[in-house]
């Protein structure tokens, strides 16, 4: 049998039917002398929403230069119809032979517009615009022009009788291609439009205050400010190994230290931990520290916060998450650690010591193992049973002092910390303190911490003898706060997973189906320029062959020669039969 070499058609065999016909126009465009990727700058003057809003058919016709990707197009005989869509949302074009051919070509029309463009190629279009006999805003176009070839077709949803067909929602496909999400999901886009109006109205609350925003290390020789595990790497020009940040805690009051009343910084952080639907180990944060104010003056500032950046996001203080109302209406309620857990067990833990904090685990079946210390076993008592009650934002206050490493000792009580968590939909959203700035007490955390280590618990917060340094030159009576921007962007966009609103959140390496190397298939006698087909075949391990009938597999073949136009000399039925013979004793 002879063998044509590789013919460029083999590159087919990886596409699909409707990615063919695109790179045939893309070609055809060129033949034409139309460049597919122009590099030359595209002159935008207007958008869609804008276009529409500020239409009046009695004001003088408006010449405006619009671009985006054709999407849904109504294709006639001298006239046709497209929906542009830009980044602000879409408007209709109406395109004609005559207005965008004035000469006697008519190409741009006749082929390039109707042949050769397909949804989701991004084109130009200059005109005027007007309303329509059926009263719709649309721009009657003047000029069109390529922009963008696109080469793979977007997912079209499409709605029959109120039912939606081929709709692009499965959750793993829209986090991993989140630009097709963007593009065919109206509502994934409003979402993150949200989120920087967020950010910007808290940035706003910040600065009419006068703090001051900041920049500080993310990657960090000692990994403080939280108990959380770290990732690691290696910086070469050292030759030291560093962390990357999961809190900013320690550099913010290091600022303190150094004279700023006032600074905060939403930060990226990165903690190698679990996965789920509340948890991304790369996540943002704000964390904001004052001088001379404590924990009941941040409960204050913080409730205001929240009130003033919903009602500016939203319009409104109340939000819906799930079934749930939530109002972030000030004031929101107080209740201490002690008093929650009391309130949902039954069980008073005050004064207890490690041993009696562990048997009440095993009585309310909280698991815990001999890593937890008394913060620990209390933080599993209260996750477990009491946080996810709170559903309207409260404040949890007055931490037993083992949970809080780097808070004040409470001015009334010296076994709890002032300290408090606002819970929110059962979770935390945010973690406050009056700082600890006595930097003998704050060695001898640290110190504690360390033996925690030492035990097995690899959460534990390691020893910054810098910090401990900046501290020794005296900070001032500070209150810091800290909050997860990735949550609360959750709850303002009625959200109840991470990754709906992080644009491309962790996700695990996709799946990819083994296939034997070339050399596996031509020792059974399959020419190489036909192990490609044979795989596009379905048959992308060697050993799959050995139930297959030959006759069908030679059709096949035959078939997506002829298909593909690869143009290589057909097997014949006892050469299939001798590969199949081969691959059986495999």
């Not at 991304?280 to 001088?291: D, G, K, L, R, S």
């Amino acid at each position: 049998m002879l063998h044509k070499p590789f013919n460029q058609n083999m590159q087919n065999l990886e596409l699909s039917e409707q990615e063919i016909i695109r790179r045939q126009s893309l070609d055809e465009l060129r033949q034409l002398g139309v460049e597919p990727y122009p590099a030359a700058l595209y002159d935008v003057n207007a958008y869609s929403t804008d276009i529409k809003n500020k239409f009046r058919d009695e004001d003088v016709r408006r010449q405006v230069s619009i671009a985006g990707r054709i999407m849904p197009r109504r294709i006639m005989g001298k006239a046709s119809f497209i929906e542009l869509m830009d980044s602000k949302g879409r408007i209709q074009v109406y395109i004609t032979r005559d207005d965008i051919c004035p000469g006697e070509n008519k190409d741009l029309y006749n082929t390039i517009f109707k042949k050769l463009t397909d949804i989701g190629d991004i084109v130009g279009i200059t005109g005027f615009v007007f309303r329509t006999q059926t009263g719709e805003i649309s721009v009657h176009a003047e000029t069109f022009t390529v922009l963008s070839k696109s080469l793979k077709p977007l997912p079209i949803v499409k709605m029959k009788d109120g039912v939606v067909y081929d709709k692009f929602s499965d959750p793993e496909l829209r986090y991993r291609q989140r630009y097709v999400d963007l593009l065919v999901n109206d509502n994934v886009k409003e979402i993150f439009v949200k989120r920087t109006l967020l950010f910007d109205a808290m940035r706003e609350f910040f600065n009419q205050r006068g703090y001051l925003e900041v920049d500080t290390p993310v990657l960090q020789s000692i990994p403080g400010g939280a108990a959380a595990r770290p990732f690691t790497t290696h910086m070469n020009a050292l030759d030291i190994d560093l962390y990357l940040r999961i809190a900013n805690e320690l550099y913010l009051k290091r600022l303190i230290v150094g004279g700023f009343e006032g600074v905060y910084e939403f930060s990226r952080n990165f903690r190698n931990e679990g996965m789920d639907r509340t948890h991304n180990p790369e996540f943002t944060a704000m964390e904001i520290y004052v001088a001379y104010k404590d924990y009941k003056w941040m409960m204050e500032f913080t409730e205001q916060m929240l009130e003033s950046v919903t009602l500016k996001v939203l319009g409104t203080t109340k939000v819906n998450v799930g079934d749930a109302e939530i109002d972030f209406k000030a004031p929101y309620k107080r209740v201490t650690m002690i008093d929650a857990i009391r309130e949902h067990t039954g069980i008073d833990i005050s004064g207890m010591d490690e041993n009696q904090l562990r048997d009440v685990c095993k009585k309310l079946g909280v698991e815990q193992d001999e890593t937890m210390g008394k913060g620990k076993l209390i933080d599993e008592i209260f996750g477990e049973k009491a946080e996810g009650k709170y559903i309207q934002p409260t404040f949890i206050i007055d931490y037993p002092i083992e949970m809080s490493p780097l808070c004040k000792r409470h001015r009334e009580n010296p076994e709890l910390t002032e300290r408090f968590e606002l819970m929110v939909n059962g979770k935390e959203l945010a973690n406050a303190y009056t700082e600890l700035n006595d930097p003998i007490d704050q060695r001898e955390r640290f110190e504690e911490q360390l033996r925690l280590s030492e035990k097995g618990d690899d959460e534990a917060m390691f020893i910054d003898q810098d910090f401990i340094r900046a501290l020794e030159y005296g900070m001032p009576p500070t209150s810091g706060m800290g909050i997860g921007m990735d949550r609360l962007t959750m709850l303002l966009t009625g959200q109840t997973a991470i990754q709906e609103v992080l644009l491309f959140p962790m996700m695990r390496p996709e799946k990819t189906v083994k296939r034997d190397s070339s050399s596996i298939f031509t020792d059974l006698g399959i020419p190489e320029e036909w192990v490609a087909v044979v795989q596009k075949a379905g048959y992308l391990q060697a050993k799959s062959l050995k139930e297959v009938n030959p006759n069908k597999l030679h059709q096949d073949l035959c078939g997506m020669n002829k298909k593909f136009k690869m143009g290589l000399d057909n097997p014949t039925p006892d050469e299939v039969k001798s590969w199949i013979a081969k691959a059986s004793g495999l």
